[in-house]
């Protein structure tokens, strides 16, 4: 089990890693949100992402159509226009492709402002 | 579920006093019910409980869904029962509007039992309960006496929903869920089919939770009543299960 | 095809793991409003399994399909003799014990200096066994969809058989079926372990593809919806509750007219079809009907 561990860390190390802005635009519960994607701290380029979104205290509830990610202006910087049907926590679902293969979830509270982080 | 939002919704969009919020959400919780009733129950009376349950089961998932729709925050505030701080009493320290959703409960089990026990009304209920083939031919207008007990029902439902939710303070689309789980969870433990039973299986339940709580967190809490209902249901406990429910 | 409709097709695999667990047990005369636990419970053991201790996933699988079974099978022992309603109850108590439990759940363990595992209420995160190993969502499809074929074909194969017609007997008529000499507790034990284990093998396969699984995907919705799914798509076959996941996944999910609605409009079709089709569009009648004209 020892090399599986160390199979796992050094993939694990090689995880990307995402941060997530969202500002409201005009209509209802809809956000311009921009992820920006890291790797071994240096911005991860070229990566194809669907940006889906469940809410975690209603399973199954919502269903929120993913959103394709278009690349912004920095490297590693991508653009999604999320259209959630409530405000509250949601899970964000990051389907990358491209380079790297991989999903990312990660917890986000919306709300009139924007979108941040949730404190768990 | 469906009267506290109702009542959320007036209060956002139009502000209201307390009494007026309080007669919304019973209002609601009754017109609520008389759908459910419709549509789950009556159609089932004859055939299979569980699929009456399934169904309301059902229902609920809509409410939930409709809640969200109309209110889409996550999480609204509701006006406060009572504004000012505990009591202090002797070595007590005890929450105005604990005592107060106390009091109501109280009064309404014995408004309850009294309507089931010296009201033609209440005759016809149990008379439906014991024997009803008999009942029906007896004369008694079978369905619309459903419809009263589900409207009674219905309106406990929202005056307790109205008091839990006064006392948070917030209102979230958990609430059903929430409600549904505690009310199955005291009913149970009472005893399925007995008022005194649904009365204490409340007030021990809520022993129990508070008790729980304190000692060992919220979470054991929860754990700890399932935990009882299940043992004593796995234990087929006489006061129980007696009552046939299938 | 896109990633999305992959997603949803997977999903539709992974939840006719569930709704078929519920369908046996329904068909064995139990309705069961805790198959969700057992989801959960093959859901946790197969990600620690995998992303703490690098078993590779077939194995990971097999164990939690197993735990979800001697789960299933522990909490069918004490209940099994309680009737109909009492049942019900007893199994949403044992869910909801098992959610709690989830939420108190911490197995952390340090890999390369961070820590990785259930976090009780946080959750449980990087459960990319599927990711490292480069399966690309299609291929996961194939395998949920292989499995699912397998698991289904097993059912037709039993509903033909002189234990299909055993677990019916005893699902309509208990008592006849102890008259004729049939232990239906220990049918109804057996049949609860393999709906344990067919809930779990769901979760299992869930957990990977989601990558991070947490205490509230387990809560009560998903087991009504379950038990949803077989009472609507119908009773009188394995197609029947993967009808039911279509219905709703398939059609209410995924289409742009239902946005927003789709749980009402869900509610209420089961509601309705209660009334009128108890035991489900693809109930017995209509399976019987089906089989006669294509004979």
Redesign the interface.
């Known amino acids: 089990?020892d090399?599986?561990?160390l199979?796992?860390?050094?993939?694990?190390?090689q995880?990307p890693q995402a941060d997530l802005r969202c500002v409201p635009t005009g209509e209802?519960?809809v956000y311009d949100c921009t992820v920006t994607l890291t790797r071994s701290g240096r911005p991860l380029e070229g990566a194809r992402i669907?940006v889906?979104a469940d809410m975690?205290?209603?399973?199954?509830?919502?269903?929120t159509?993913?959103a394709k990610a278009t690349p912004g202006t920095k490297p590693g910087e991508y653009r999604a226009r999320l259209d959630l049907?409530?405000?509250?926590?949601w899970?964000i679902?990051l389907?990358l492709?491209g380079p790297v293969?991989?999903?990312?979830?990660l917890h986000y509270e919306f709300d009139s402002k924007g979108a941040s982080p949730s404190k768990? | 579920m469906f009267g506290c939002y109702a009542a959320t919704w007036t209060h956002v969009n139009f502000g209201a006093g307390l009494l007026l919020l309080a007669l919304i959400t019973v209002g609601g919780a009754v017109l609520a019910g008389a759908y459910v009733e419709r549509l789950c129950f009556a159609p089932h009376r004859g055939g299979s409980a569980i699929a009456a349950m399934v169904a309301s089961f059902a229902l609920w998932m809509q409410f939930e869904e409709l809640a969200t729709l109309v209110m889409p925050r996550h999480l609204y505030a509701f006006p406060l029962l009572v504004e000012r701080g505990p009591l202090a009493l002797g070595p007590f320290t005890l929450r105005v509007d604990a005592l107060v959703t106390l009091a109501v409960a109280l009064i309404a089990c014995m408004l309850l039992a009294w309507t089931l026990y010296r009201t033609r009304f209440g005759l016809a209920v149990r008379a439906l309960i014991e024997q009803p083939s008999a009942a029906a031919l007896a004369g008694i207008n079978v369905p619309w006496v459903f419809v009263r007990v589900f409207a009674l029902a219905s309106a406990m439902g929202g005056v307790a929903g109205y008091l839990v939710v006064a006392t948070h303070g917030q209102i979230t689309p958990m609430l059903g869920m929430w409600a549904t789980l505690k009310g199955l969870l005291a009913m149970m433990l009472g005893g399925l089919g007995s008022l005194p039973g649904a009365v204490i299986g409340g007030l021990a339940l809520g022993l129990l939770e508070a008790h729980s709580q304190w000692y060992l967190g919220p979470q054991m809490r929860d754990l700890i009543a399932y935990l009882l209902l299940f043992v004593l249901l796995a234990a087929r406990v006489p006061w129980m299960t007696t009552r046939s429910a299938s | 095809m896109d990633d999305y409709a992959l997603g949803v097709l997977t999903n539709i695999g992974l939840f006719s793991f569930i709704a078929l667990s519920a369908y046996l047990l329904l068909i064995a005369g139990e309705m069961s409003f805790g198959q969700q636990a057992f989801f959960g419970v093959g859901a946790y053991a197969g990600g620690i399994l995998t992303a703490l201790y690098g078993w590779p996933l077939p194995l990971a699988a097999l164990a939690a399909m197993a735990l979800g079974a001697l789960a299933q099978f522990l909490v069918a022992l004490p209940t099994l003799r309680l009737r109909g309603l009492y049942f019900a109850m007893a199994t949403l108590a044992a869910a909801e014990m098992a959610r709690i439990l989830f939420e108190l759940l911490h197995w952390r363990r340090s890999i390369d200096g961070e820590l990785a595992g259930p976090d009780g209420t946080q959750g449980f995160r990087g459960i990319r066994w599927i990711f490292e190993h480069g399966i690309e969502p299609l291929h996961y499809l194939g395998i949920v969809g292989v499995l699912l074929a397998l698991v289904v074909g097993l059912f037709l194969v039993v509903e033909r058989s002189k234990l299909g017609a055993t677990l019916r007997g005893i699902g309509q008529d208990p008592e006849l079926a102890a008259a004729v000499g049939i232990d239906v507790q220990r049918v109804k034990l057996g049949v609860a372990a393999a709906a344990g284990a067919l809930a779990a093998l769901g979760g299992v396969l869930y957990a990977h593809h989601n990558t991070y699984i947490e205490p509230r995907n387990f809560d009560i919705m998903l087991g009504v919806h379950s038990l949803a799914y077989a009472l609507i798509g119908g009773l009188g076959t394995a197609f029947g509750p993967l009808l039911g996941v279509l219905l709703d996944i398939g059609v209410l999910e995924s289409t742009r007219f239902f946005q927003g609605y789709r749980m009402i409009v869900f509610g209420g079709l089961v509601a309705v079809l209660l009334v009128f089709r108890p035991r489900g569009l693809l109930d017995e009648r209509m399976v019987l009907w089906i089989r006669q004209r294509f004979s």
Do not use: Q
């Open positions: 089990m090399k599986a561990a199979l796992l860390s050094l993939v694990l190390a995880t209802d519960f669907t889906g975690p205290s209603m399973p199954m509830a919502h269903s159509r993913p049907e409530m405000l509250g926590e899970a679902k389907r492709d293969r991989d999903l990312l979830v768990r």
